[in-house]
Structures are given as structure tokens and as C-alpha cells.
């Protein structure tokens, strides 16, 4: 692994534990040449993701991406970063158990929104307001109207998100 400080690649593994949901092993790793610490992490990749864009561009899937993408509509949100990480396993794990290389751009926007409508709904109409290119006041409210049906066939499933 080559050091993030001096690029060395000759360094050493100090210390290795799975993550919480054994998701990952994080590595402590020193750098023999200029002693810096880091911390990697290795996961596992069934295959390598395609993103589709709606134009037609591809590009690789970016788990980082995700994450940022996540974490900016859950800014200032009561929602703990470990449960952010295990949406973002989910999400990656679902997108990888579908079988396939390619995956449309809109299939991971609304994979993305699944999550997050169960995680919290204000990030949840960040991240539409964003995904879906909101222009009105009226784009709001359509979404809003999916949460009150939503209340009305099932409060205690929104009660219980309410924030």
C-alpha cells in the first residue's frame, strides 16, 4: 500500500478489525520510510459497477460518491454515521446482487431514495428536490402529498420516522 505522505509502498500492517458490520476490515498501517500513520480499508467487490448516465456517458461506480451524496442530504440531520455506512453497504450490496456490469444512473437515484425515505424524510426531499431537478414550489408539495398518503394508510410507519 503506498503512503498517502512520502508514497513509499513499503508499509506495514500495525493492526486489522472488521468494521462494526463486518462489512470491511480496517487496516492501521505506518510507513517505514517516513513513519506516517493511515488507516485502509478493504472491501469486497463482487464485480465492478457501470453507471449509465442519462445522456449515455458511462463512468465506474464511485462508492465515495454515494457516501457524499448521502451525507450532504443527511447534513445537519440526527442520523449516525454508522447508520449511514450501513445504508451506503446496503445500497452498494443491493447494486452489485443485481447481476449485472451496467447499472442506469436512475436505478441508484431511486435505490438512493428508498433508503433514505426510511432513514429521514427531510434528507429524503433534499435529495429529490436535487435527483428529480425540482424548478417550483409545486415539485415540494408532490412529495410532501406522498408522505401524507403514506400517513394516512400507515401512521405508525411515518409516526415512527418523524423527526
Known amino acids: 500500500m ?3 505522505y512520502c508514497a513509499q509502498t513499503d ?4 493492526d486489522s478489525r472488521p468494521t462494526e458490520d ?3 476490515v480496517r487496516r492501521r498501517r505506518i510507513c517505514s520510510a517516513c513513519g ?3 488507516t485502509t480499508f478493504e472491501r469486497v467487490q463482487l464485480r465492478e459497477l457501470i453507471v449509465v448516465k442519462n445522456d449515455g456517458t458511462q463512468e465506474v461506480f464511485e462508492r465515495e460518491k454515494l457516501f457524499r451524496s448521502i451525507d450532504v442530504a443527511l447534513r445537519k440531520r440526527p442520523v449516525e454515521k454508522e447508520r449511514v ?3 451506503v453497504n446496503g445500497i452498494v450490496r443491493q447494486l452489485e446482487n443485481m447481476g449485472e456490469n451496467e447499472i442506469q444512473a436512475s436505478h441508484i437515484g431511486d435505490v ?3 433508503a433514505l425515505k426510511e432513514a429521514d424524510h427531510i434528507a429524503y426531499i433534499r435529495f429529490a428536490s436535487v435527483y428529480r431537478d425540482f424548478t417550483e414550489v409545486s415539485d415540494f408539495h408532490a412529495v ?3 408522505f401524507e398518503e403514506a400517513y394516512n394508510r400507515s401512521p405508525t410507519a411515518i409516526k415512527n ?3
Open 144 to 146: 410532501l402529498d406522498e
Open 36 to 38: 506516517g500513520r493511515f
Open 85 to 87: 455506512d450501513l445504508m
Open 112 to 114: 438512493v431514495m428508498d
Open 161 to 163: 420516522n418523524d423527526t
Open 11 to 14: 508499509t506495514q500492517v500495525k
Open 2 to 4: 503506498r503512503c498517502p
Open 22 to 24: 463486518n462489512a470491511a
